[in-house]
């Protein structure tokens, strides 16, 4: 079994059919599996999506509740068998010719952990989030304080979403996207799965930086190119969604950053989080979350 596609699903409705479909039809020339995890849906998707594809999915995974991101991926991974591993959102849409992309280059590049595609938006536009880098308190300062958004193209001050690379050219990075990542198993052996202390958000960018501790790097490869809805289920959640990701920050910060700075720079920096964490949700709960 060359690859194994998981796709974590959540209330995805027809995004999820349409995920599969793409999936589907990939041309692959390798053999490979499609398992399904459902993190408790009520929306009835999984049910059309089994009686749609049910004869294609190698599992179909119901999980007891809904742990999030790291929790329902790791019950897929658990089943899987492929030498490689794909983690795919279920609000994406893949190019028939992406996956096999990204497993051939892997193929030929045996020190490479995880490699990540092109990912577009709906208008055709980039996604900034298909070339990271491992988010530093200052970095996290500066999405905090908005510079980030201020001065996009700036090396220093959007340097978490490697401001400057070209989308069209291939990059060693720090982090790919979470929307879409193929890892190597026998990397995944070495670094363990991800980590369900993480919900939602940080989990995949844990994930790399443990993968880089041990030795293994990460590329962006433009020429595997999909296409993401972007966050349909944070517009379903709203408060939850941006308590999850502000809580995320806080625990990735003291998983990797906090013993190397003194305590009041580590109670600053989390009290920063928790107050930007507030004003959003007073924002939100003004506007209507428009």
């Known amino acids: 079994m060359k690859l194994s596609v998981v796709v974590l699903t959540y209330e995805a409705g027809e995004l999820l059919l349409r995920c599969l479909e793409?999936?589907?039809?990939?041309?692959?020339?390798?053999?490979?599996?499609?398992?399904?995890?459902d993190n408790r849906s009520t929306d009835g998707s999984v049910e059309r999506v089994v009686e749609r594809f049910g004869d294609r999915l190698a599992e179909?995974?119901?999980?007891?509740?809904?742990?999030?991101?790291?929790?329902?991926?790791?019950?897929?991974?658990?089943?899987?068998?492929?030498?490689?591993?794909?983690?795919?959102?279920?609000?994406t849409t893949v190019r028939p010719d992406a996956l096999a992309a990204l497993v051939a280059?892997?193929?030929?590049?045996?020190g490479v952990g995880f490699a990540g595609p092109r990912v577009l938006n709906p208008d055709g536009t980039d996604q900034r989030s298909a070339m990271r880098m491992i988010p530093s308190p200052a970095d996290a300062?500066?999405?905090?304080?908005?510079l980030s958004r201020l001065f996009p193209?700036?090396?220093?001050?959007?340097?978490?979403?490697?401001?400057?690379?070209?989308?069209?050219?291939p990059h060693r990075v720090e982090a790919c996207t979470g929307c879409c990542m193929v890892a190597r198993r026998a990397m995944l052996e070495?670094?363990?799965?991800?980590?369900?202390?993480?919900?939602?958000?940080?989990?995949?960018?844990d994930w790399f930086l443990r993968a880089r501790a041990a030795g293994w790097s990460v590329h962006y490869r433009p020429e595997a190119v999909i296409e993401h809805q972007n966050a349909?289920?944070?517009?379903?959640?709203?408060?939850?969604?941006?308590?999850d990701a502000h809580w995320s920050m806080i625990l990735f910060h003291e998983k990797h950053f906090a013993r190397g700075y003194p305590a009041p720079v580590n109670a600053a920096l989390y009290g920063g989080v928790l107050a930007r964490m507030g004003l959003l949700m007073a924002h939100g709960a003004v506007t209507g979350w428009r």
């Open 141 to 146: 300062a500066a999405r905090a304080l908005m």
């Open 105 to 110: 280059f892997l193929d030929a590049n045996p």
């Open 22 to 37: 793409s999936v589907f039809a990939s041309q692959v020339p390798f053999a490979w599996e499609v398992i399904l995890v």
């Open 190 to 205: 070495g670094i363990g799965p991800l980590d369900e202390r993480f919900f939602l958000y940080c989990e995949d960018v």
């Open 60 to 91: 179909v995974v119901r999980n007891p509740r809904n742990g999030g991101f790291a929790y329902g991926h790791n019950a897929g991974l658990r089943l899987s068998r492929g030498e490689y591993v794909c983690l795919l959102n279920p609000d």
């Open 153 to 169: 193209k700036s090396r220093r001050l959007a340097r978490f979403h490697a401001a400057g690379l070209d989308p069209a050219q």
């Open 232 to 243: 349909y289920s944070r517009r379903r959640r709203r408060f939850r969604a941006v308590f």
